[in-house]
């Protein structure tokens, strides 16, 4: 009887053309619908629809769940092949200005942020490092040296140490040169260095990086001295409260509110918080409620 005489569907993978001529023309029904598997709505239905056709008890919102994760994960895929599409043409246009000697620091920085961008991170690093040798005045790269690099492998530390002193011995006035070294000396384990080269970025201009650093060193200390440990975690805190309240989407600070809100307890939180309202400093009960709101905590 072959596939027309039973029942079937139509699954569509990510990137195929469902409108192209080819495919309709391969259609046995034309009317059928397809099911785009990163369509939330669509695979939902196709799934419900076969526990219908094979009679199989389910619970609606464990197969929602299910469904919402699964085309989740095809989301998240699907947005990494197009940044690497985006990737490979960068690659290509950097390369392209390398052979014609256009610009050449520039096109190397170019080249090695693609290449960064598809993991390729010896090949980024040799990138970054021989821009910063033909133009050893652009901040620009060595900070993309540090945080394209830095932030995804810890397998280059000790060059961009290196990186981040060469960075604030050229650019001392920049709080760019600070907040990366003390980036890499966080890495590194230096977290007294790191903090005291966050707090001179600081001082000099505020920025989300910087306090989240920061904020991340203060709860590796609290680690390493448990005495102090409750001390490190609420400025941590603050910390996480600045960068987000500089960038209010900033996913990573506000996941950082909502941990150390759940190590500290909502009840510790709100036993600070009554103190300061008891003092009257206003700054303190800001921080403290807007956290609690970030962590879902409804404030009694």
Not at 128 to 137: D, E, G, R, T, V
Request: proline share 3%; charged share 30%; net charge positive.
């Amino acid at each position: 009887h072959g596939v027309s005489g039973n029942k079937y569907a139509l699954i569509v993978l990510p990137g195929f053309d469902i409108g192209g001529d080819d495919f309709r023309r391969s259609l046995i029904n034309i009317h059928q619908k397809a099911v785009r598997i990163w369509k939330q709505a669509e695979i939902w239905q196709f799934a419900k629809s076969l526990l219908c056709e094979f009679d199989i008890a389910n619970n609606e919102q464990i197969v929602h769940e299910s469904c919402l994760n699964f085309t989740s994960m095809i989301n998240k895929e699907k947005k990494n092949d197009i940044d690497n599409i985006a990737a490979y043409e960068q690659l290509k246009k950097a390369e392209k200005k390398i052979a014609e000697g256009v610009n050449l620091p520039e096109a190397y920085s170019e080249r090695a942020k693609a290449r960064a961008a598809l993991k390729e991170y010896d090949l980024a690093v040799k990138d970054y490092l021989y821009s910063i040798f033909l133009n050893p005045n652009d901040i620009s790269t060595y900070n993309w040296l540090i945080q394209h690099v830095g932030i995804n492998t810890d397998n280059y530390n000790k060059e961009l140490m290196e990186t981040a002193g060469e960075m604030c011995r050229r650019f001392p006035d920049s709080p760019k040169s600070y907040g990366c070294r003390g980036f890499v000396k966080s890495k590194n384990g230096d977290l007294e260095g790191a903090v005291a080269d966050c707090n001179k970025a600081l001082a000099m201009e505020e920025n989300r990086w910087h306090y989240n650093v920061r904020g991340n060193c203060r709860l590796k200390m609290g680690k390493k001295q448990p005495d102090r440990k409750e001390q490190f975690e609420f400025r941590a805190l603050i910390d996480f409260w600045c960068s987000q309240h500089i960038s209010p989407g900033y996913g990573i600070a506000r996941n950082h509110i909502k941990n150390t809100v759940k190590t500290l307890t909502p009840k510790r939180i709100r036993k600070e918080l009554e103190k300061a309202r008891e003092t009257g400093y206003e700054k303190t009960i800001q921080i403290y409620q807007e956290c609690l709101e970030i962590a879902g905590v409804k404030e009694l």
